[in-house]
């Protein structure tokens, strides 16, 4: 049966739906025309729903291909981070000493007198101008304390100035009585809620409990945009309802105008829900699980962390020290209860006294206290370990993995740099590296390319950057076997190294050029029409078939 509706332009009965959100109705292609203008900013293949587990989510509303822009987003609000040395307040772009102008409002700095004329600075302009003294900044390149509280001022700037906006603001979360008590909540009283009340002396205009939930909604839908250096804080509206997974289906990127892009990185079928990862997926199950707990106040138990071998990858997995065995040890599950307000690593304050890690082979069983130890101790030397020196990177990994799995978080994170290390610490690049380092490079990217399709199937930004990296290594793979192989085998090279970079430039194809990804993409284009030309040649230069 047909689903009828009322038209959204003159409520008559309406069969015709929106093709790209197939939520709105129309009784005649006139009317969605018309009524286009509007919808386009809120057209998007997936619509809220609502359910006592997720909250507000988004539901496919159709299938979804990968790669597909679910929406795009303009920010709800700005501003510079918490920590934050002084930036401008118009284009967050960071400020030098004696290359500031200041507003001759409010002694503010900035980094041009356009600037200090943005309406995103009137927040800040009008409460200093109230409260009847200029502000100086004289420190320059260090975190600066008057920066603190800015994005949260201009939260509450618009409860009596853009009504509408304040409404939809406080109708993210925040998660107060989560943090109320928390080491986090009480900083934030004191630097932030206390300094906007006495130092802007708005004591009586604003309650210590609305600052606060304005800090909660900035802390848990805050997003930081990476296009400038510091990176500066967004709080989104509708990308805000998309819910968490650790293997989720979906990633965010930026445009250059600081819209927010929320783009499939895998098929999604209609009715399925949409969802990102707040934490960083390439983090092991706990330390996930304890950030998503102490700074979003959930416990994750999505099907990645509710399975221990995380889809087979073995991801956390420490090897058994049993003589003769080579099995690996995971604890029986890592959904425990997190104590939120507990901030200590320590396995007894996280009550793991009778956690055990168990063998898939012998069965043997090793305390929790004994593998956080190992782990910490791994922690340890890989903090202190030399950064972009590949061949400290080798003897790490050298070293683990007689007590990791090879693809355990650790061994993982290591390895990621050395893939990315090989070939560019000279300016000759792949060509300068030994043959051995070559085929590690390959490898190595190869490995984990293929592991986040696994784990992490949404990351297109990671898995474009290796398989860029992975067609630049096959390419020197082909150059360098050509020269006593012959033309064909460069020629088959060539074409597998181009089949790789176009996936890479189609993974990377929505990001911005600030980022370096964005970057990679604009080479990837390049590279290509280069790689066309080659092929074209080394297929001229072929002896003609008989």
């Given amino acids: 049966m047909v689903e009828q509706k009322d038209c959204a332009v003159c409520s008559a009965p309406?069969?015709?739906?929106?093709?790209?959100?197939?939520?709105?109705?129309?009784?005649?292609?006139?009317?969605?025309?018309?009524?286009?203008?509007?919808?386009?900013?809120?057209?998007?293949?997936?619509?809220?729903k609502q359910d006592p587990k997720f909250g507000r989510y988004l539901e496919a509303t159709r299938d979804i291909k990968a790669g597909d822009i679910i929406l795009k987003e303009a920010p709800l609000i700005t501003g510079p981070a918490q920590v934050t040395p002084p930036v401008c307040l118009g284009c967050y772009k960071l400020l030098e000493e004696g290359?500031?102008?200041a507003c001759p409002k409010c002694g503010w700095s900035f980094c041009s007198k356009a600037c200090t004329e943005n309406e995103l600075h009137k927040p800040e302009c009008h409460y200093t101008q109230n409260r009847g003294e200029k502000v100086t900044i004289s420190t320059y390149g260090v975190p600066h304390p008057n920066y603190q509280c800015l994005t949260v001022l201009r939260c509450?700037?618009?409860?009596?100035?853009?009504?509408?906006?304040?409404?939809?603001?406080?109708?993210?979360?925040?998660?107060?009585?989560?943090?109320?008590?928390?080491?986090?909540w009480n900083n934030d009283k004191k630097m932030i809620a206390d300094f906007i009340l006495k130092f802007f002396k708005l004591d009586g205009v604003f309650s210590e409990e609305e600052i606060m939930k304005c800090c909660g909604i900035i802390q848990i839908n805050g997003h930081e945009v990476p296009l400038l250096e510091p990176e500066y804080v967004a709080v989104?509206?509708?990308?805000?309802?998309?819910?968490?997974?650790?293997?989720?289906?979906?990633?965010?990127?930026?445009?250059?105008?600081?819209?927010?892009?929320?783009?499939?990185?895998?098929?999604?079928?209609?009715?399925?829900?949409?969802?990102?990862?707040?934490?960083?997926?390439?983090?092991?199950?706990?330390?996930?699980?304890?950030?998503?707990?102490?700074?979003?106040?959930?416990?994750?138990?999505?099907p990645r962390c509710?399975?221990?071998?995380?889809?087979?990858?073995?991801?956390?997995?420490?090897?058994?020290?049993?003589?003769?065995?080579?099995?690996?040890?995971?604890?029986?599950?890592?959904?425990?209860?997190?104590?939120?307000?507990?901030?200590?690593?320590?396995?007894?304050?996280?009550?793991?006294?009778d956690k055990f890690w168990n063998c898939g082979s012998c069965k043997d069983a090793v305390s929790d206290a004994i593998i956080q130890q190992l782990l910490q101790d791994i922690g340890r030397e890989l903090s202190v370990m030399p950064k972009g020196d590949a061949d400290a990177c080798e003897r790490f990994i050298g070293h683990c993995s007689s007590y990791l799995h090879p693809s355990h978080h650790y061994m993982i994170d290591v390895s990621l740099a050395l893939a990315q290390m090989i070939g560019q610490d000279n300016h000759l690049g792949l060509?300068?590296?030994?043959?051995?380092?070559?085929?590690?490079?390959?490898?190595?990217?190869?490995?984990?390319?293929?592991?986040?399709?696994?784990?992490?199937?949404?990351?297109?930004?990671?898995?474009?950057?290796?398989?860029?990296?992975?067609?630049?290594?096959?390419?020197?793979?082909?150059?360098?076997?050509?020269?006593?192989?012959g033309p064909m085998v460069m020629l088959g090279y060539v074409t597998e190294s181009r089949k790789i970079l176009q996936e890479s430039s189609q993974l990377l194809r929505h990001e911005p050029p600030e980022l370096p990804e964005g970057q990679l993409c604009r080479q990837a284009k390049i590279n290509l029409l280069q790689m066309d030309e080659?092929?074209?040649?080394?297929?001229?230069?072929?002896?003609s078939p008989l």
């Fill in 306 to 353: 509710s399975d221990v071998t995380e889809f087979g990858t073995m991801f956390s997995a420490v090897k058994c020290k049993k003589k003769d065995c080579k099995g690996y040890l995971l604890p029986t599950t890592f959904i425990l209860p997190i104590l939120h307000k507990t901030k200590s690593p320590d396995p007894e304050s996280r009550g793991l006294d």
């Fill in 431 to 485: 060509a300068a590296v030994s043959d051995d380092r070559l085929l590690l490079k390959t490898q190595l990217c190869k490995k984990l390319a293929e592991l986040l399709e696994t784990l992490a199937p949404a990351e297109t930004r990671l898995r474009g950057s290796l398989l860029f990296e992975l067609h630049a290594a096959v390419a020197e793979t082909g150059r360098r076997r050509a020269a006593t192989e």
């Fill in 156 to 184: 509450l700037y618009q409860r009596d100035h853009n009504k509408k906006l304040w409404d939809k603001l406080q109708t993210l979360e925040s998660h107060c009585d989560d943090r109320r008590g928390t080491d986090k």
């Fill in 534 to 543: 080659l092929i074209r040649n080394l297929s001229a230069a072929l002896p």
């Fill in 236 to 302: 989104f509206d509708r990308v805000s309802m998309a819910e968490h997974n650790c293997s989720a289906n979906c990633n965010k990127s930026f445009t250059s105008a600081g819209e927010i892009i929320l783009c499939a990185g895998v098929d999604i079928p209609a009715g399925a829900h949409v969802s990102v990862c707040y934490t960083d997926p390439l983090w092991g199950t706990e330390a996930r699980r304890h950030h998503l707990a102490d700074s979003k106040f959930f416990e994750c138990t999505c």
């Fill in 99 to 101: 290359k500031t102008v």
């Fill in 14 to 48: 309406a069969v015709q739906k929106c093709s790209g959100c197939q939520n709105v109705h129309y009784c005649c292609r006139e009317h969605q025309k018309q009524d286009w203008k509007i919808h386009k900013f809120h057209c998007m293949p997936a619509k809220v």
